[in-house]
């Protein structure tokens, strides 16, 4: 009997740690879904006070928008694109610097790997956008090389851009992907290699035996996060190409945002907002099945 | 006979082993170079004048010692008002995620009760919710709340990811602790608001600090809400800040970049002096965007 007292009065104790975090995230977050919503529902809204009731008519007019579906087709190429990067870069890395080396020197090495991370989109942006120029280094290196025969227009260039565009997600994002495979590499037993040594197991046997497999579970959650968060990727996108040239790069996040901020038409932003959120959810219920095996 | 097979066999295995290990050094050395060169790139731009930012052959050094993009940033009010910003916002960011989050984290890591699993999938799932999508709900609801072109309201959007983050993170250092730790103290008459500040925090001291630069980091380097929720000069951060001077500047390069560089400064000292204790628990939480 007082233990079941005691366990009421620690479930109760438990709710009000809990409190205050799920109250403002309920709040911040119920809020914003209901409304954009809402105003996928209405035409003209926060421009006009009363804005008029629609229907589905905004969510017609986007999915018979040529526009809508170019900006979804570049959004799949840049996601896949930047995840596939994200996932060979790193993992290459990680292998790299978990090899067998002095551990100072793998402290260093992996720090400074990171540092693509630390930085804001904006500098990224320009770091590139300098690199990249006509009259950038990277010409200049290419060129040396004999690779190209005169300057490319890098980020100018409709056929180039979303290729550009990916070489710059794959360098900003591999670091997320090498520190979570790195951790997971050294997780993995040191007696799975010995054993598959003994069988008489070569580098590339013991990778596709020992660390895939081992590693499973840390690619696929990490692979699916890397996506949700790509796929609705404003910054980097809107710095460094702005969606353009023409619209090349256009992605549903930068498309949206236009909407909004350049047009100020918030019905529109609000319906594609809605889209996103709704491949955004599909993914992310994915997400959750797999974390739900580890809580 | 054998046994001068074997010690040749050892040796040659010997040198085999070295021979990997400084080709290893030699990739990592290279690859590294590579995966540096846009960051090496910017401070060797912010440090020329911008004549001579596309000069060809490019040039690492400048001809001379020239520091004027420097100089000018720091005499401009304009830019100590962006750093100014970003400090604030960051710092109030990262209190009321550490203060509100750790509570949350230790009832998620001591308690079971009716509920819990749910709770957690719906903090988990917080971060997963585009914030484009946030945005224009967002950008409607702040004007209606008088917060449009203030620090609070972007303060409150900040929440939407910081929380969940701090959350999640602090959870995971909590979860490391190990019980008996909690119920010793509870023994002693400890309150568990006691057993949290007295007995947890101070052995999840590292795991706070590494989770408070991340919580800074993460408000130091927002840019989608920041830039759509302001519209003064004096309200704009750091990034929103560089961007605009792409626009208003034209071709600065020396300028814009040694602003960048002064604005990445914080973060990546901060980041340095704590990464030794976060590297592992860093992917538990991922940093979005």
Known sequence: MTRIIQGFRAQGTAYLFLLPCLVILGALLSVPLYKVVEYSLYDNVIVERNPTFVGLQNYRDLLTDGAYWSASLNTILFTIGSVVGHIIVGTGLALLVNSDINRHAQTLFRSLLILPWIFTAVVVALNWQLLLNPFGVVNYALGQLGLIDEPLDWLGDPALAMWSLLVISTWRGYPFIMVSFLSGLQSIPQELYEAAEIDGAGFFAKFWHVTIPQLKPVIYGVALLDLIWTFQLFPLVWLTTGGGPGRATEVLSTMTFRFAFVDFEFSKAATAAVSILVISAAFTILYLRNETRKI | ?289
Not at chain 2, 205 to 231: D, K, Q
């Open chain 2, 1 to 289: 006979m054998t046994n001068a097979q074997n010690t040749h066999t050892t040796v040659n295995e010997e040198r085999q082993r070295l021979f990997r290990r400084v080709m290893v050094y030699v990739a990592l050395t290279v690859v590294t170079l590579i995966m540096a060169f846009p960051i090496i790139w910017m401070v060797s731009v912010s440090l020329k004048p911008t004549v001579e930012t596309f000069s060809l052959p490019p040039r690492l050094l400048p001809n001379s010692l020239y520091l004027d993009g420097y100089t000018r940033i720091f005499e401009n009010p304009q830019f100590r008002r962006f750093l100014l910003n970003s400090y604030l916002l960051g710092i109030v960011v990262t209190i009321l995620s550490l203060a509100i989050g750790t509570l949350a984290a230790f009832g998620f890591s001591r308690y079971r009760f009716f509920g819990d699993k749910a709770a957690k999938l719906f903090v988990i799932t917080t971060q997963m919710v585009p914030s484009i999508t946030l945005l224009i709900p967002f950008f409607g609801v702040i004007v209606w709340l008088r917060l449009y072109d203030t620090i609070w309201g972007l303060v409150l959007t900040y929440l939407t990811f910081a929380l969940p983050y701090a959350v999640i993170m602090m959870n995971g250092y909590l979860d490391t602790i190990p019980r008996d730790f909690d119920e010793a103290a509870t023994i002693d008459g400890c309150s568990p608001l006691g057993v949290l500040f007295r007995v947890l925090l101070p052995v999840a001291a590292p795991g706070l600090i590494s989770t408070a630069v991340y919580t800074f980091l993460l408000s130091w380097n927002e840019f989608l809400f920041a830039l759509a929720l302001t519209r003064s000069v004096e309200m704009r951060t750091v990034p929103v800040g560089i961007s605009m001077m792409v626009g208003e500047f034209g071709l600065k390069w020396d300028e814009m970049m040694a602003f960048s560089v002064i604005g990445s400064l914080p973060v990546l000292v901060l980041f340095m002096l704590v990464q030794r204790f976060v590297v592992s628990g860093l992917s538990a939480g991922g940093i979005k965007g």
